[in-house]
C-alpha cells in the first residue's frame, strides 16, 4: 500500500545532478589548485589553501542558506567530503544558535561530525599502533 502512494524516485535524474554537481565541486578544487601554483606556492601549501578554501566556501554558502538549496537538488553531490564536512559542522550549529555559544553552537556543532571524528581518531590511533608494533612501515 505503501509503494502505491509513494511519489516515485528519479534514480537517473538524482545520479545525473549528483554527478554534475560533485564534479562542479571537484572541478572548483582542481580550478583553485592551479590559481594557487600559479603563485609560485609549493604544491603542498597550495592544496592546503585549497582544502581551506573549500572548507570556507561551503561553511559560508551553509549559514547564507544557498548550500541547502544547491543540496535539495543536487542530492549527494554535494557530499563531496570536504564541503560536506564543512555543511555538517556549520548546519547544527546554526540551527541551535538560539540556545547560546556553550550549549547552542558549542554542543551541537559536533553532533553529525562528531561520531566521525571519534572513530577517524580512533582508527588511525589503532592502525598506527598496529603499524609501530608490527614495524610494517
Known sequence: MAETVSPK???LRN???AFLVGGAICALGQALTTLFLSFDLPEKTAKAFVSISLIALSAIMTGLKVYDKIAKHAGAG???????FANSIVSPAMEFKSEGYIMGIGAKMFSIAGPVLVYGTCA?????LILFLFKMY
Do not use: A, D, Q
Open 9 to 11: 524516485s528519479k534514480v
Open 78 to 84: 554535494t557530499l563531496v567530503p570536504i564541503t560536506g
Open 124 to 128: 588511525s590511533i589503532i592502525y598506527g
Open 15 to 17: 545520479c545525473v545532478m
